[in-house]
Nanobody, 123 residues
């Protein structure tokens, strides 16, 4: 499994940005998005199982972020709306197998990580 996240950039507060995560290899059980701000630990943002019928969001992004996907191109997106300065971070996509949705928020549930993409939200 090789993951490639892209789509980061600079956006004003209140704006929107869409990140994409392409999986060039095998299908995995679930895909997640995490982020890491300077000086902080990596934190969970959102995740979904590969069927798409189970999605989990961090409280901080509920109602603002969604995870659309493109089955044909094996791509998962992170659609970020109403962005806030505190959303500024490096965003990572990850994929894993072996855990139920109750564990999707855990870094340790993921076997594969892509390189991060920087999102900067200006006030």
């Amino acid at each position: 499994v090789q993951l490639q996240a892209s789509g980061g950039g600079l956006v004003q507060a209140g704006g929107s940005l869409s990140l994409s995560c392409a999986d060039s290899g095998r299908i995995v059980s679930y895909v997640g998005w995490f982020r890491q701000a300077p000086g902080k630990e990596r934190e969970f943002v959102a995740a979904m199982n590969w069927r798409g019928d189970r999605k989990v969001y961090a409280d901080s992004v509920k109602g603002r972020f969604t995870i659309p996907r493109d089955n044909l191109n094996l791509t998962v997106y992170l659609q970020m709306n109403r962005l806030r300065p505190e959303d500024t971070a490096v965003y990572y996509c990850a994929a894993g197998t072996g855990y139920s949705s109750g564990h999707y928020h855990l870094v340790g549930a993921y076997n594969h990580w892509g390189k991060g993409t920087l999102v900067t939200v200006s006030s």
